[in-house]
């Protein structure tokens, strides 16, 4: 009989006039909503904020998570492999382990997500330094030699540029 061993988290609730919200980029938010610590390592979770225009986050994958999208408002594309799909209000989105992928609002369309990673990764650090990168007050190097301790592997995608160009 085989038996598995979960830990033990209690709930969480975030009020969303106490969720810290940090700007990563000139046209984008993230409110911090439960970082692993907090949920037993079982989820992160974050909500995006993306104005029209915004870059989103470039191609990217994960090595120990699956990352999960909930279209909360707007319209999305995300690069999923070598494939581009379109996202609407409502639609839901699971991208396993090193898949590649990257997001952003569809033309013309700003767009909200629930994001959420499974197992839970301590990212609330990550998405700090990408404000402090926005605010001038780190590098883009430091988010590269950041990227095994937040599992955040960023490629090189041709058809994800073309996407981006084209918008």
């Known amino acids: 009989m085989a038996t598995t061993t979960q830990q ?3 709930p969480v609730l975030v009020r969303s006039g106490n969720a810290a ?14 970082d692993a610590g907090e949920t037993g390592g079982a989820l992160t979770a974050n909500k995006a904020s993306l104005s029209k225009g915004s870059p989103g986050a470039p ?9 999960m999208f909930l ?37 013309g369309s700003e767009a909200e997500l ?16 990408l404000e402090r990168v926005y605010r001038g007050e780190a590098t883009v ?6 990227s095994q301790q937040y599992d955040n592997h960023y490629v090189d995608s041709p058809v994800w540029r ?3 160009a084209r918008a």
């Open 59 to 67: 191609a990217h994958f994960h090595t120990a998570a699956t990352e």
């Open 21 to 34: 919200t940090l700007q990563d980029g000139a046209l984008s938010l993230i409110t911090l909503l439960a």
């Open 162 to 164: 073309e996407e981006i």
């Open 114 to 129: 629930l994001v959420v990673f499974t197992p839970g990764l301590h990212r609330f650090d990550y998405y700090r330094l």
């Open 8 to 10: 033990s988290a209690s």
């Open 141 to 146: 190097q430091e988010i590269r030699d950041s």
């Open 71 to 107: 279209v909360l408002d707007g319209s999305m594309r995300f690069l999923l492999g070598d494939e581009i799909v379109r996202l609407e209000r409502g639609d839901f989105l699971t991208v396993p382990p090193t898949v590649p992928h990257a997001f952003a609002p569809a033309p």
